[in-house]
């Protein structure tokens, strides 16, 4: 089991920068797939970014390709969101996630059920 916990969130001038982390319990975080999602007010929780077991692969939601970027650190049990040229449509609570399945096909990365694990989230809010 693993318990997450997110930081970083706060306000930010559109076009601006952030950086989310999501540090990790446990002594096997290398053996999760890490997720980011984010929910706005009145809409589903959707995918935004995912990073494989080892950090070799990454996965994004079309809308935050070439402005965020997902990795992580197993050996400081983080997985880092930074974020750059933000905008208004950005503005959500952002979950870490993670999933203990050893394998994933190619629609799993994108899939929320597939994650287990939900940290409590934290408020990005970009201002116009």
């Known amino acids: 089991q693993v318990q997450l916990a997110e930081s970083g969130g706060g306000l930010v001038q559109a076009g601006g920068s952030l950086r989310l982390s999501c540090a990790a319990s446990g002594r096997t975080f290398s053996r999760y797939a890490m997720g980011w999602f984010r929910q706005a007010p009145g809409k589903e929780r959707e995918f935004v970014a995912a990073?494989?077991?080892?950090?070799?692969?990454?996965y994004y939601i079309d809308s935050v390709k070439g402005r965020f970027t997902i990795s992580r650190d197993n050996a400081k049990n983080t997985v880092w969101l930074q974020m750059s040229s933000v905008k208004p449509e950005d503005t959500a609570v952002y979950y870490c996630?993670?999933?203990?399945?050893?394998?994933?096909?190619?629609?799993?990365?994108?899939?929320?059920?597939?994650?287990?694990?939900w940290g409590q989230g934290t408020q990005v809010t970009v201002s116009s």
């Open positions: 996630a993670a999933s203990e399945s050893q394998r994933a096909k190619d629609t799993s990365w994108y899939d929320r059920t597939w994650y287990v694990y």
């Open positions: 990073i494989s077991w080892s950090g070799d692969s990454t």
